[in-house]
Every structure is written in C-alpha cells, then in structure tokens.
C-alpha cells in the first residue's frame, strides 16, 4: 500500500496550497494520520461548498458513498489519497503513524495495514474498502448501520445469508466469482474502462488516473478518458489553450476555471465565491461560506415541545404527567411546571406528580409547562385539568343507648378537601334534625323515640356541590329500652 498521491495521476498543484487542509506530503510515501476534529467538515451540496473529498485525490467511491451517509460534521482521516469522515462512522485515532511501524502488533506495518490501531492478522475486509472489518463501522458496505442499525452487519445484501456463505452478496442474480462488482448490484455488468471493476463500483470508470468524484465535481465527463478536469486548482488546465473537459470552454471561458477571489475554488463550487475563504467552512451549513455569512454560527434552534392533552380527575386524585420534547442542540432541558396558571413554576422534572386533593371538583384548572433549552430559549405550552366531583361515602352508624335518649355516631369520608357539608337525620317516626361534620368527618346525633317499635333512622350527608351519600339504620325500642339495629345502605 506504499502509493504515492501522484501515481493516481494528479499533479502535486492539484491540491489548493491555500487551503489549511491541503496536504504537505503529496508524491510522499503513505502517512496515516487524523486531521483535528474542530475542522468543520463541508459535505457536497450544489452552492458550491467544496467537499474535503475534492481537496484531496481520492481512492474509493464506496468511502465517498459512506462519508455521504454519514453526512455532517467530521474529523477527516486521510491516507493520503483516501478521505474518510467520521462523525457516524467512528475511525481510529491516535498518534500519527508516519514511520510505518506496527502500532497494533498484528505484524501488519503500518501503512499496509487496514486497521492500523486494531490488531487484525487477517486483514479481512468484508466489503473490500480500505477499512478492514474489525474497525469498520459498516463492515459489508450495506450503509444501514448509519441509517437506523444494521441487524444483520456481515451480509451485504441483507437476505439472511452472511457474505461467508452467500454467492451472490449483491444479489443482482450474478455470481459473485464472475460478477464485477460483488457487493454492488450491477445486472448490467457495464465496465466502461475494460479493467475489470464494474461502474457500479469502480471509482474511476474512464481508467483515466483520476477519480470520479473528483471529475464530476470539476465538471468533467467520469465515463470518457478524454475528458480530464479543466479546474482552476487542478495544474494548468485553465492556461493550457486546450478543452480539457470536452464541454466546448477553453480556460477563462470555462466555468472550472473562473474563480473571482482567487481562493483555489471556482465560483460555481465556492461558497463564498466573491470573497476569498480559505477552508471554505462553513459552520452552520447553510450553504454560505463563514466569511461572507454574516451568522456563520447556527441559531439557536427552538426546543420542540409536545402539547399536552387534556387531562382529567377525580377529587383527590393523582397521576404523573411526563413532558415530551427535543432539541437540536441538545437532549438537556429544564422542565418547569406552573399547576395553577399564576405564572410561578414551583416544580421542575421531566416526570412530576400530580395531585388533585386540594382541588374542587368539578372545575377546570390551567397547567403551564415551561421547557427551557441550554441557551435559555423558552417554549410554553398549556392545557386545562378538569376536576371532577366525588361523593360523600358514609360509613357504618354505630348506636348508644343513653334513657331515654338513643345517641347516634357515623363517620362520613370525602376526597373532596375543599367541599362543605350539610347532614340530615331522618328518625323514621316523622321528624328530622340537621347535624354537621367535624374536622374529623365525625356526624353525631341524639333522639327520644316516641315509644316501643321499629325505627328506620336515614343519614344522609350532602357536599357543596349538590353530590350525597346515604346510609340507613333499623332500631327497635321496646319497653325495656333496649335497642338492636341493622344498617343498611340504600342508594
């Protein structure tokens, strides 16, 4: 794997000097090494954003492939003539590994090594890209581990069968042993170049020494030898007098080669095309290059908040309320609750209880959520709580002979903290007295009977809001004044 860049066919002034991510060592035997990770990294976009692949000559279309589904910000690792972003597709990091030696002791030298800080003796390489399996994060080239997780990592075409054991692993009903791209579908079997490697896998389909991704960012054709990028960075395509391209523009007159800042990218591919921006960086991705964006910094984004839905509940209820909601920037929110709408938020908690025993029913009560992101942007979101009313229970009424007199005791229970009540004692022998409730839910009551018999004494307890409970007692008085009773709920 010793190579050198220019035995690809690309001139050393192929590279931008001017760009700070151009490389020092190009015609230089291989180097390893890991670019800083606070380099923004452009992925390719029509405003011109010129991508890192293009900043350096390439070895694969399968790494372009996966950088682009890895997309985003990325350290760039790069072999020289191989970039490989990595903000999806975790790669190796390490000390610079320039001197060939074998870093992971798996008796591979450094630079012909695939998985240069991961020992691996074998070497294998599923999907035969310049990373080998055990440091791959996408080891048989399907993409889906950058798209959701890949449940079956080792099977290129996803049919059940690892590549170990399947023979057509693109499943483009081609034999592998006889098929020209083995993992890349291609009934066809074109192979514009005659070398052997289909097009649907071959990063130079002309076999003209340089790259496809880098032809067709430059605007020449990747399918004819002929056609070689006329580009203002690329040697002297753009003062050689001749069509390089093939599209009929020669030097100035050719988009490729007209460049008004003199930053190395033609104004078609320059993101800031008016105004030299070395790098060609921009942060916030919006297709402007940071030197002319007068915001090169992403806005804070919005949290985005779930409504809350209407909740309801009984008198002295509770449930737990979870408060759903995102953003960009970051997964930590604050989350603030306001249980009356007063505009105080006295608890905080994604998840939080709510309780209804200081609440009237029925009635409807206002709740705010506050969702603050890092940057103390708020989002508010209300809802309405509706309290329903609970009735009164009464429980059993206990009797207390005291001649002549019969004293009567009951316990009255009610959710509702915040009702009032009023009592009725219906004596069974044609009159009724009023009673009350204590702080205790206590009802007491005393009757002198008007003689020996039968009694059904009636208790019924009302809460404010028009809602009762009832519970009936039978007593019988004889002429010894002894009392029996049987309750007795009626509703």
Known sequence: MRLLANSLGVPENALNLNDPLALSNVGKPLTRFVLPSSVPYAPPATNGTLPARERYPTLGKVLEDKRNWCGGNAAVQDVTATVMAASSMPLEAGEINTDNTDIDLDGVPGEADNCWQTANADQSNLDQDPLGDVCDADADGDHREFNGGDPLPLDSDNDGKNNSSDNDDDNDQIDDSSDSCPIAANQTQLDTDLDGVGDACDPDNDGDGISDSRESFTGSNIFSATSVSEYVSVGTTCSDALDND??????????????????????????????????????????????????????????????????????????????????????????????????????SGQDVLFSAADKNGPGEYPLKLQVMDAAGVTVTVTTTITVLNVAPVIQAITTEFAAPWVNFNATMIDPGLMDDHTVLWDWGDGSSAEGSVDNFGEVQGAHLFPGSGRYTVTLTVTDSDGASAQLQSSITITATSNVTYLPFITR
């Open 246 to 347: 093939g599209d009929q523009k020669t030097d100035s007159a050719d988009d490729g080669c007209i460049d008004s800042d003199s930053d190395g990218a033609a104004d078609f591919r320059d993101n800031c095309p008016t105004l030299a921006n070395p790098g060609w960086q921009d942060t916030d991705l919006d297709g402007v290059g940071d030197a002319c964006d007068a915001t090169p910094t992403p806005a804070n984004s919005v949290p985005i908040v779930t409504p809350l839905a209407g909740l309801t509940i009984h008198e002295g209820g509770q449930f737990t309320i979870t408060a759903v909601a995102s953003d960009t920037e970051s997964s930590e929110l604050e989350y603030l609750w306001d249980w009356n709408g007063d505009g105080i938020y006295g608890e």
